[in-house]
């Protein structure tokens, strides 16, 4: 009884009972701060990540390239090195600062990631046909935009897509939810099978000549 009752005890006492109340709410909130992966799905669409990622996060398989797009779903970065990556930039990765993706939505997104454990497979089925997706692509006049052989066109400011850039995930992803002037394509218009065979067809196209093997530009 006697050190509860010492004037010195009792205002140390007090203390650590105002700091422990003053701890609890900050350590509650950083428990809680889990992410929404929900959200996270739609800010990795807005941000357009699914461009170079994959829609699952797969990755981009190398094609020519000594790298290409990295493999995110089930990320093994902590959301403090996953947050640096992102606000940094590395190599070919842009990077985000606030304005554009907040502290809150960056964790969205890593939970969004964590929920992606398998690798889905970005390339067209077994069955696509090249062929009717050459017929396809011209039917529903992806060439006015794009090129007759999706070599692009600065007339009309469609980017060159032969042989696409995403990973088939990414494409169907994109044509389904475009950015810009690019109207959407539902199901309605054109199925998942038609734009596999679309995307095989793009994939049978050349890559364009690199600018060092082109001697008008290297005078």
Not at 82 to 106: H, N
């Amino acid at each position: 009884m006697t050190y509860f009752t010492h004037p010195i005890r009792i205002g140390i006492l007090i203390s650590l009972l105002a700091l422990a109340a003053w701890l609890a709410p900050s350590q509650s909130a950083d428990a809680q701060r889990t992410g929404d992966a929900a959200n996270g799905k739609k800010v990795f669409e807005r941000l357009g990540c699914f461009a170079c990622h994959g829609a699952a996060g797969e990755g981009t398989p190398a094609k020519g390239k000594e790298t290409a797009p990295p493999k995110i779903a089930g990320t093994h970065l902590t959301l403090q090195e996953f947050a640096r990556t992102l606000r940094e930039g590395k190599g070919e990765m842009p990077s985000f600062d606030a304005t554009q993706v907040s502290d809150a939505e960056l964790s969205d997104v890593y939970a969004f990631l964590k929920t992606l454990t398998s690798q889905q497979k970005s390339e067209p089925p077994s069955s696509a046909n090249p062929q009717n997706g050459q017929h396809l692509y011209t039917a529903i006049g992806c060439y006015e935009c794009h090129g007759y052989q999706g070599q692009g066109s600065l007339q009309t400011g469609g980017t060159r897509i032969g042989p696409p850039p995403l990973p088939y995930s990414g494409f169907v992803a994109y044509v389904r939810q475009p950015a810009g002037q690019m109207p959407p394509y539902t199901s309605k218009v054109v199925s998942d099978a038609q734009l596999a065979d679309i995307y095989a067809f793009l994939q049978s196209r050349p890559q364009a000549t690199p600018s060092k093997d082109i001697p008008l530009l290297n005078k």
